[in-house]
């Protein structure tokens, strides 16, 4: 674990759900995308724990091309029914991972709406 990075990733949480602080809410979606698994993984249950409040920061990932199959899974369990218009292109990537993700995140939203 990068302690250093764990210590930003959890001070952009408090900040962003404080204040709503945009650049801290980007910070804690760039984390998405860290080359640390532990705190790639703190970011999404943080994010997760957002809510409704995240789907904004999971879009721009998707502008951005960051951390794209873990964001589209994030993006299947909060936006729920809601969300499938944006995920289902990525069904059709040529990476199989962005198509499996697509996939995973398609049948949660799924779940999520029943």
Not at 56 to 74: D, E, F, I, S, Y
Not at 77 to 93: K, N
């Amino acid at each position: 674990m990068k302690w250093g990075e764990a210590a930003s990733v959890f001070a952009a949480y408090g900040a962003w759900r404080a204040t709503g602080s945009a650049r801290a809410g980007v910070v804690l979606s760039a984390a998405l995308g860290s080359s640390d698994e532990t705190n790639r993984t703190a970011a999404g249950m943080l994010l997760l724990r957002g809510g409704e409040k995240a789907l904004p920061l999971l879009r721009a990932n998707l502008q951005r091309g960051t951390a794209v199959p873990m964001t589209l899974r994030l993006l299947g369990d909060i936006g729920g029914h809601a969300a499938r218009a944006t995920i289902e292109p990525y069904t059709q990537s040529a990476d199989p991972a962005i198509a499996r993700a697509a996939r995973d995140a398609l049948a949660a939203a799924d779940a999520a709406a029943r």
